[in-house]
């Protein structure tokens, strides 16, 4: 049956070798917002065994334009003792006309290592081509074989914005009498729809003429635009290891005790780690003393090693060497605690900007992150174990709002990361500025900011104060700043709150009306410019809750008096809250000033409301404040 199978996959490339792909022939819609249309995008995948799986893959890929070269990238990723064969490019110009061909031969080998400095089983092959002239045509061929079978590939047209699909076709052939899972997500927003035919045991997944999603402004993950359809055997194979997956509670008992029981091995050197921490106070105190040491004496790398690079490296391999990916670091902090008594649970999660959770009637290995959490009597805590600079108990924007798999002894629990609200999410500045007869201006503020906007200052923390002097310039630059000096950085690591203070002096900043002088009523605010679109396509996503706190208190030069203020101010809207107000008193003035955004994902029918309430907030931190002479 092996032979049959690949007679068939080869003669189905040579079917579409012998075509060609003139540009000319891609319908216009699919080249409108495209940077690259996928015209052929046919994988067929046979499962021989529980051990023994094999993809045939062929793709055909228009280029459009120098943006495009990426979404053809010819690589065929693999691990070692995979068997890859029949692999094939072709190079067409614009008329569809062959200009270059390649083979196996002309592919370089490497490490995959694109996470930087690592160990790795995993390598790529790769052949670079450099493009002479704009459309071209890459069609690339090849078939693998391997005995992993946990790892079933989702089916969706694509993954990326600004890339259009003509045909895509997955084709399954189960051969191995194992149960084969399938789970159909349709479009939210009727994006397009997968159709699926099922012929004596061969099921076929199609997409056909998929516009390109154009990088608009607020646009969500495409993964949470497009439909997909997930695969899952009930018997798997991963390097050896067999299991089952009939459910999250099988599948984890399994994990348990095939991936993380074999490494959760503690030595008499951790344990004397543990007892000289002289462990005191209650389980969240312990919990902190033991995370913020193994923080100070760890560093991350990347390691894909052990059982299909899902295998954490042996805690005292961290700790002899000293660092370690998520799941080494994780399993290290892991054994500490269990050192104390202290349970805790390594949870595999979806990391990225946009929350993805797993589907609690649908188990299917998965995740690309680990962290660990800690269940206590006052809820849980939960620990990102690959920073140095994190704070205890605190979940980077990647990792909030979404479930993790919380691997336990009999099984898998699906629990909820923390969702941060508006408040938890603050920026504070408290600003003094001295208003200039020569239109500058002189400050000095204190900033602290907290939740995901803490998350968003972490990269102060190892820079020089030359190098925070240039960010906050870069970042601040609604001000001409002549000057500007970073001082006293503070990385609150058991607050979760990054603060600094700032001195400066700014050009500029006021104009002159006669013998008046004319300034706006907020320095430092966020000089995004907002755009209507009457023909907005998509919804729109705002990721993350948060809010800023404002107080600036202006001093006006001498011989001058506050003339004219504008009214108190508060704007409502289903996005959010605004307000401003002013507290006169004598030759000072005090301006108050909040900004709450609601995260969401909105229906594009609001975008322009939303649009306009940002540019009305914009428009009022520009309201004016009139100083005359005396």
Avoid at 114 to 136: E, H
């Amino acid at each position: 049956m092996m032979k049959i199978f690949c007679i068939g996959a080869l003669s189905m490339a040579s079917f579409y070798y012998a075509q060609n792909f003139p540009a000319s022939t891609i319908p216009e819609n699919l080249k409108k917002n495209a940077n690259a249309v996928i015209r052929k995008d046919l994988t067929t995948i046979q499962i021989n065994s529980i051990n023994e799986i094999k993809y045939q893959y062929t793709t055909v890929t228009s280029v459009l334009n120098k943006d495009g070269d990426e979404k053809a990238v010819i690589a065929i990723p693999y691990e070692k003792g995979d068997n890859i064969s029949d692999v094939k490019v072709n190079i067409y110009d614009d008329a569809g006309k062959k200009i270059k061909s390649y083979s196996k031969s002309d592919f370089g080998d490497f490490a995959n290592n694109n996470q930087g400095t690592f160990y790795s089983n995993s390598r790529v092959l790769a052949l670079s081509y450099t493009p002479t002239q704009y459309p071209y045509t890459v069609e690339f061929s090849y078939q693998i074989g391997e005995e992993n079978t946990v790892f079933l590939p989702d089916f969706v047209p694509f993954r990326s914005t600004n890339v259009s699909l003509e045909e895509a076709q997955m084709k399954i052939i189960n051969k191995s009498g194992i149960e084969l899972k399938s789970k159909t997500y349709p479009s939210q927003y009727n994006y397009t729809s997968v159709a699926e035919s099922d012929n004596a045991g061969e099921k076929t997944f199609m997409y056909k003429n998929v516009p390109a999603i154009d990088d608009a402004f607020l646009l969500p993950q495409p993964i949470k635009i497009l439909p997909k359809v997930s695969f899952a055997l009930t018997k798997f194979n991963l390097e050896g290891k067999q299991g089952s997956i009939n459910n999250w509670g099988e599948f984890g008992s399994w994990y348990y005790n095939s991936i993380l029981q074999p490494v959760s091995l503690s030595t008499p050197a951790i344990k004397a780690e543990v007892d000289a921490l002289n462990l005191q106070g209650s389980t969240e105190e312990k919990v902190k003393k033991i995370y913020q040491y193994m923080q100070t004496k760890t560093r991350y790398i990347f390691v894909a090693l052990g059982i299909g690079g899902w295998q954490p490296m042996l805690p005292d391999e961290v700790q002899k060497k000293g660092y370690g990916d998520c799941k080494g670091l994780t399993n290290y902090m892991k054994t500490l605690l269990d050192e104390a008594g202290i349970p805790s649970y390594y949870s595999v999660i979806n990391s990225g900007i946009s929350p993805v959770s797993f589907d609690k009637d649908f188990p299917k290995m998965g995740g690309n992150h680990v962290i660990l959490m800690v269940p206590t009597d006052k809820g849980n805590i939960w620990l990102e174990n690959t920073s140095q600079q994190i704070a205890f108990n605190h979940l980077s924007y990647s990792t909030t709002d979404r479930n993790v798999l919380s691997i336990r002894k009999n099984g898998i629990e699906l629990i909820e990361t923390p969702s941060y609200s508006a408040e938890q999410s603050k920026e504070k500045q408290n600003l003094k500025i001295k208003i200039n007869e020569d239109n500058s201006i002189v400050g000095e503020g204190n900033f602290s900011y907290t939740g995901i906007q803490y998350d968003n200052n972490l990269v102060l923390t190892n820079l020089s104060p030359k190098e925070r002097n240039e960010v906050m310039k870069n970042s601040l630059d609604i001000l001409n700043f002549e000057k500007i000096e970073m001082k006293n950085f503070l990385n609150d690591k058991d607050n979760a709150i990054a603060k600094f203070d700032l001195d400066f002096k700014a050009h500029n900043y006021s104009k002159n009306a006669g013998s008046s002088i004319i300034f706006r009523a907020v320095p430092i605010y966020s000089n995004t410019v907002y755009k209507t679109d009457e023909n907005r396509e998509l919804p729109f996503e705002l990721r993350q809750s948060f809010e800023d706190e404002y107080e600036i208190n202006f001093t006006v030069p001498k011989n001058y008096k506050l003339d004219e203020i504008p009214e108190n101010v508060t704007v409502n809207s289903e996005f959010g809250t605004y307000k401003l107000n002013f507290v006169k008193s004598g030759d000072e003035l005090k301006v108050n000033r909040t900004i709450r955004i609601n995260k969401g994902l909105y229906p594009k029918e609001k975008y322009n409301d939303y649009i306009n309430f940002r540019k009305k907030t914009l428009n009022l931190d520009n309201s004016k404040i009139l100083i005359s002479k005396i």
